[in-house]
T-cell receptor
Framework: DTEVTQTPKHLVMGMTNKKSLKCEQHMGHRAMYWYKQKAKKPPELMFV???????INESVPSRFSPECPNSSLLNLHLHALQPEDSALYLCASSQDPDRGYQPQHFGDGTRLSIL | AQSVSQHNHHVILSEAASLELGCNYSYGGTVNLFWYVQYPGQHLQLLLKYFSGDPLVKGIKGFEAEFIKSKFSFNLRKPSVQWSDTAEYFCAVNADTGFQKLVFGTGTRLLVSP
C-alpha cells in the first residue's frame, strides 16, 4: 500500500460542477505534487508545492486550482472542466524540495471522468 | 528543456529471459535518474535511482541500471524476468535546473508470458 492517500478513487462530474481532489501524506514530506496521466501516457507535472507554497505551475488552466492547507494535505479544486480533462490525477510527495535525488512517493490516483 | 526517451514501447518476453529497457535523456548538466514501475491497478513505485557514485545501481526485485554519462543513458536490466514483472516501466529524470520537476519517459509496457 502507498503512504500517499488520495480521495476519491473515482469521480464523475459534469462540466458545470465544482469538486475537489484530496491528497494526504504523513511522512513529513515538504514537497507535494499533482500530475495528470492520460491513458497509455506518462504522468505530466501540473503543480509543485514546496514548504506549502506553490513553486511550480506548468501553465495549467485556471479551471484547476491547487491548495496546500498544511504540510500533510494537498487539494486540487476543479471547476468547469472539459471532457479532455478526463484522466488519472496523481499526487506525490518527496522529503525535501531542494534535494532532487530523493524519490517521489505516489498515490493510487483519482480517476476523473468529465461528462 | 530536458526530455526522456524510451525507445521500447512494448516488450514481450518469456519467463527466465533477460530484460534490458533503454532510456536516454537530453540534458548536459547534473541529473538524477529514476526508474519507476506501475503494476496493473497499482501506484507508481520506485525501482531504483542514481544520483552519484557507482554508475551501476541495484534496485528492488533483482533490477539494476547502468548510468553511462557519455551516452546520456540509464538502461534498466534484469537477468531473468518473472511473470510478476508484467507492468509498465517509466524512466524519469530531474535536472539541476529545477530538481522538483520530474520528467517521465513515455513508458515501456512489459508482458512476461509464463
Amino acid at each position: 500500500d502507498t503512504e500517499v492517500t488520495q480521495t476519491p478513487k473515482h469521480l464523475v462530474m459534469g462540466m458545470t460542477n465544482k469538486k475537489s481532489l484530496k491528497c494526504e501524506q504523513h511522512m513529513g514530506h515538504r514537497a507535494m505534487y499533482w500530475y495528470k496521466q492520460k491513458a497509455k501516457k506518462p504522468p505530466e507535472l501540473m503543480f509543485v508545492y514546496s514548504y506549502e507554497k506553490l513553486s511550480i505551475n506548468e501553465s495549467v488552466p485556471s479551471r484547476f486550482s491547487p491548495e496546500c492547507p498544511n504540510s500533510s494535505l494537498l487539494n486540487l479544486h476543479l471547476h468547469a472542466l472539459q471532457p479532455e480533462d478526463s484522466a488519472l490525477y496523481l499526487c506525490a510527495s518527496s522529503q525535501d524540495p531542494d534535494r532532487g535525488y530523493q524519490p517521489q512517493h505516489f498515490g493510487d490516483g483519482t480517476r476523473l471522468s468529465i461528462l | 528543456a530536458q526530455s526522456v526517451s524510451q525507445h521500447n514501447h512494448h516488450v514481450i518476453l518469456s519467463e527466465a529471459a533477460s530484460l534490458e529497457l533503454g532510456c536516454n535523456y537530453s540534458y548536459g548538466g547534473t541529473v538524477n535518474l529514476f526508474w519507476y514501475v506501475q503494476y496493473p491497478g497499482q501506484h507508481l513505485q520506485l525501482l531504483l535511482k542514481y544520483f552519484s557514485g557507482d554508475p551501476l545501481v541495484k534496485g528492488i526485485k533483482g533490477f539494476e541500471a547502468e548510468f553511462i554519462k557519455s551516452k546520456f543513458s540509464f538502461n534498466l536490466r534484469k537477468p531473468s524476468v518473472q511473470w510478476s514483472d508484467t507492468a509498465e516501466y517509466f524512466c524519469a529524470v530531474n535536472a539541476d535546473t529545477g530538481f522538483q520537476k520530474l520528467v517521465f519517459g513515455t513508458g515501456t509496457r512489459l508482458l512476461v508470458s509464463p
